[in-house]
């Protein structure tokens, strides 16, 4: 086992002297290929190219000697620091520090980031990356070659957002660009960059946590239906709701449909999660509405207009989805797209059969339960209405919740 291990952050300035110190007695220097470039870096030294920290961790582990870690930004902030701290190689870290990228970006664009979400995009994130950038109104993506400011572009199609590409930070070939996300496809970006993604409004008043402020909206959700002004359908009443948000359980990094939004409660209660919803429905006045309801309530939402199945073809892939409407060919459509979980309803026992069957051919485990809505005259505590339905909900053995 190394003897001694130094992570060094690098932002581009000048190394300060405790890193020039570690570098001077390392036998071992891993880094990219402008870390082992550093006149500070001992020729007798060996080098590694760092690309997988895990590989790079198990070479540090079995070295007899002292051994240092250039990286860029901060290290302890979605970087090397985590890996070479797993338990399974047993190292212990010095870390000096460097200002993050997600910092640096931001002093560029000249805005705080004390309200931004922060998220790490590569091949394997890149959807739920763009899923957050679709949910939030600011955004800093740590991106990597193939999950870049093109690519997070081109998934967000259809929604509008401003980007602020910031290419190599702290080099001599630093750049700054400001540009609609549509534009982000048309030309090539150099790595590595950072991408803030705006849209919408963000918070004008000092937080007291970083990221989404928890406190914002009314508490408590499935919220009554004169949070949402008249005119609800039954397939919006509140308990239903509140039970397809329990099987759905939206979360940050989830893109949800919601076919046949019509008030949008249903999908602004799913957006006050932190997923990203496209609310979609025939009626234009339906989606006009939804997205006025979205704006009283400060999310972010996407409305599409026209007719499942048929519109849902050309929708980015969901992680969950709410069928309001259309019955059991909708539900088949939606399962042919394999999200993790569906949930439905049925006014009646032989409608509820027809989904419940159509879902376990498509290969999805149903529950299907019983639900009675009431309405009582408060002030004489007597029954004015009772509606009877059934709610079925879905989801893939081979997956998660």
Known sequence: MADRVTVIGWDG????????????????????????????????????????????????????????????????????????????????????????????????????????EVVVAHRRTLRRAVNVCRAHTKVAVLTAPGAGPAELGLLLDGVHRTFVVCEELGTDRERVTVMTSDKAADRSWRDPNVVISIGGTSATEPGWIAGRDPGTGPRGWALPADAYGHGLRESENERLRAAQLARLGPRVGDLVWDIGCASGAFAVEAARFGAAVIAVDQHPD??????????????????????????????????????????????????????GRIVTHAATRDAAERIGRDLVEHGYEVECALLQSVELDTRAWTEKERTVGFLLSGHLPDRAP
């Open 13 to 116: 300035s000048p190394l300060p002297a405790g890193a020039r110190s570690a570098l001077a007695v390392a036998t071992l220097v891993a880094g990219a290929p402008h870390h082992l470039a550093f006149p500070e870096v001992p020729e007798h030294a060996e080098r590694i190219r760092l690309g997988s920290f895990a590989l790079a961790a198990r070479r540090i582990a079995a070295h007899r000697g002292t051994a240092v870690v250039l990286a860029d930004g901060d290290p302890g902030f979605f970087g090397v620091v985590r890996a070479l701290r797993d338990p399974e190689f047993g190292l212990e870290v010095e870390v000096v520090p460097a200002t993050s990228a997600v910092a640096q970006a931001f002093a560029r664009a000249g805005m705080p980031w004390d309200d931004a």
């Open 286 to 339: 339906n989606c006009a509405r939804a997205a006025a309801t979205a704006r009283r309530f400060g999310v972010q939402l996407q409305t599409v207009h026209g007719r499942a199945p048929h519109v849902l073809e050309t929708l980015p892939e969901p992680d969950v989805v709410r069928i309001g409407g259309g019955g059991a060919p909708v539900v088949s459509a939606v399962a042919d797209r394999r999200p």
